[in-house]
Structures are given as C-alpha cells and as structure tokens.
C-alpha cells in the first residue's frame, strides 16, 4: 500500500467524513492515492501534507462546487481557478522554498500567499493543518 492510500485509509477512520464526499473519496480512492503519491514525489512535498491540504480545501476534489480540484491556482493570472494535485504540490513545493523549508510556513504560502498568517484570516491556516495531519497519522498502520 502506497504511502497516499494508507493515508486515505486513515483519513476515513479518523475523521467523520460527510457520506457525499465519503462516497466520492471512496469511488476515486485509486486515483487519488495514485495522483497524490506522484505529485508529492515530483515537488519533494511530504504526501500527508498535502493530501491534509487537499482535504481541508475540497474534501480531496469532492465537495460540491470544487469541480475536482484541490485549492491551488492554476497560474498567477488566474488565480480564480483551481488545479488539481500537481498544482496543490507545485504550490506548497513553492511555500517551502520560499518560507524557510517549514511545513507551516509552506502552509501560509498555499493559503494566503505570505510566509505566515495574516491578520484577520478567515478559514483554516498552518496549526489546523498540523492538528488535522497529526490525527489522520495517528491512525496511519505502522
């Protein structure tokens, strides 16, 4: 089992996932591993973290409205419109370069486009990633 799939697993014991994006992540679980474990390894990002990002951002590609993506712009001047994997990996590759080589700083790159959180942030940020990462982990078999 792929370090991505174990994680899914993991994820569905650990967190109560709504039955639509349940049912989604299960009917795409193949895909997602696959694409996750790629992605993670071609931007030299830590799988987990991503795929926590990916999750808090569109349940994976599978809530409503999210179209499969998982958060990160496809390019600078469309900002408006969201890339999958490889653009979620691209983007926290870019935070960890950028912000000191720290998964939170990687983070707060991802979120916001800063090294860290601004003033007045609105949703999830860095320390809810690391709590969400640490849970799903605790339920990764060894």
């Known amino acids: 089992m ?3 799939a174990a994680w899914l697993t993991a994820l569905l014991l650990a967190v109560p996932v709504p039955a ?3 049912a989604c992540i299960l009917a795409r679980r193949e895909t997602i591993a696959a ?3 790629a992605a993670a ?4 990002v830590p799988v987990a973290l991503l795929l926590s990002v990916a999750y808090l951002e569109s349940h ?3 809530a409503r409205g999210s179209g499969g993506c998982w958060g990160a712009p496809i390019s600078r001047t469309r900002r408006g419109v969201a890339g999958g994997p490889d653009r979620a990996a691209s983007a ?3 935070g960890y370069r950028r912000c000191g080589g720290t998964p939170e700083g990687a983070v707060s790159s991802f979120r916001w486009g800063l090294c860290r959180v601004p003033a007045g942030a609105h949703g999830y940020g860095p320390a809810d990633v690391m709590r969400f990462a640490a849970r799903v982990a605790a339920r990764v078999a060894p």
Request: with cysteine.
């Open 92 to 94: 926290l590759a870019l």
């Open 41 to 44: 390894e071609a931007h030299h």
């Open 60 to 62: 994976l590609g599978c």
């Open 20 to 22: 639509a994006e349940r």
């Open 35 to 37: 694409s996750a474990d």
């Open 2 to 4: 792929t370090a991505a």
